[in-house]
């Protein structure tokens, strides 16, 4: 079964320096139906403005991903790490026990767009870890990117999770193909532009929730459309 949840449905939380759109329950949006997708939690989409920024704020027990689409990011945490992130490449932070870290735009002129993701790890109380790899637009360019993976296979970030993420950016007469197991699972976010799986249309922003099937199709319908697939093993 292929569900979308469509862009436009999402909740939006704006403030001066911030617009972000939910895909599923988070802070003061709630929505019975979407409260996470198995062990994907959160999918917020973020526009930060020149110079500002999330001060500093603590985590447990979450693995956390950021995809950076456009700009760059500035991160600081209590385990001593101190990295910018720029577009390309994703960050992976295990939680664990406990870490503290803030998150800024340090650019004066230009905003930053990402993808924050939050992934329930198989294991509680975890030691801080963090990792982070640029991958560049050529890797994904008609194809699948592993980007994380339990092992940390093929160069991808290590998730405490038996989930794998992949990201692609694929065009007109590009067409991918991707098998699931009988119980798996997995979700579709398009970043930009327009694709189909499976012959349903997804737009930009939309995801899609995907059970009960083993065989994906998607087809690209614009110009560098980018997204991300996660697969999740049962």
Known sequence: MITIRPSQERGTAKIDWLDSKHTFSFGS????????????????????????GFATHGHQDMEIVTYVIDGELEHK????????????????????????????????????????????????????????????????????????????????????????????????????????GKDDYGWVQLVNGEITINNQTVKAGDGVAIKDEQFLNIKGHQKNSEFLLFHFVC
């Open 77 to 180: 945490d209590s385990i001593g790490n101190g990295e910018t992130i720029s577009r390309g490449e994703v960050q992976r932070m295990s939680a664990g026990t406990g870490i503290r870290h803030s998150e800024f735009n340090h650019s004066n002129q230009n905003s930053v767009h990402l993808l924050q993701i939050w992934i329930v790890p198989h294991t509680r109380n975890l030691k801080p870890s963090y990792e982070q790899k640029i991958f560049s637009d050529s890797e994904k360019q008609g194809k699948l990117c592993l980007l994380v993976s339990p092992e940390g296979k093929d160069n991808s970030l290590k998730i405490h999770q038996n989930v794998s993420i992949w990201s692609s950016i694929i065009s007109e007469n590009d067409t991918i193909e991707h098998l699931f």
């Open 29 to 52: 949006y709630y929505d019975p139906k979407y409260q996470g997708f198995g062990h994907l939690l959160v999918i917020n989409e973020d526009k930060i403005a020149p110079g500002k």
